[in-house]
């Protein structure tokens, strides 16, 4: 198993470094500051598994996509201290095979990156509790749409954004917007598209994360389909 870690911060790497020697049959061949250096080191010297925080300083969700798009043997575990739900789609989508919080107890993080080694998805309690509560399907995610292109919505779209995530229905949208509930069930397709999201669940995460209605809107509510 080759593994590079990647994040901005010395201590993290260190100590990372350190657990995984000890725990697992590994080799740590390289530590990224950056994306320049990720890039050039899986270049140089290959990598299985790369562990990576791509919040930190120097990466982005880009430099996952982009080094996934060339590489397509490396899989990437992520350990960040990110938690909400859309990062985690926007994570998965950009290649991310497994992801962990960087609070999660040591044993969950050596775990994930033996299990990212061969191929299985892995996420720690706190992650999974996330991907419950924001009804994610890991398995039915639309990877193909995943874009670096900016989302441009409608004045009306974003309308219709926020009586989605505010629990409202086609009819009660229609009757409120005066349309016809085909025409919200178009702008509904449109929408989705846009997004590139399956269902419901994904429209309210992009208007939270948007700030276009605020979780508390639906924190209490039924299960989003």
């Known amino acids: 198993m080759n593994i590079i870690l990647a994040d901005s911060n010395d201590l993290i790497r260190i100590g990372l470094r350190t657990i995984l020697m000890a725990e697992l049959d590994a080799t740590i061949v390289g530590e990224a500051r950056n994306e320049r250096e990720l890039t050039e080191q899986i270049d140089s010297f290959g990598a299985s598994v790369v562990v990576i925080d791509f919040t930190s300083e120097g990466f982005t969700i880009d430099t996952i996509q982009r080094i996934s798009g060339k590489n397509k043997e490396v899989k990437f575990l992520a ?58 399907d890991i398995y039915d995610l639309d990877f193909d749409s995943f874009s670096c292109e900016p989302v441009i919505l409608s004045e009306r779209e974003n309308e219709i954004i926020t009586l989605i995530a505010e629990g409202h229905t086609n009819e009660i949208i229609a009757e409120q917007l005066f349309l016809s509930k085909h025409t919200v069930n178009t ?7 846009k997004l590139g999201v399956k269902n419901t669940a994904g429209i309210v995460m992009y208007a939270v994360k948007t700030d276009l209605v605020s979780p508390n809107k639906f924190l209490f509510a039924p299960s989003l389909n």
Request: proline share 0%; net charge positive.
């Open 187 to 193: 702008h509904r397709k449109n929408i989705m598209a």
């Open 79 to 136: 350990v960040t201290s990110a938690q909400n739900a859309q990062t985690l789609v926007d994570a998965l989508r950009s290649g991310v095979t497994s992801y962990v919080k960087k609070d999660c107890e040591l044993s969950e993080i050596v775990n994930a990156v033996s299990e990212t080694n061969r191929g299985n998805k892995f996420f720690c309690g706190q992650i999974l509790e996330t991907i419950q509560r924001a009804n994610i």
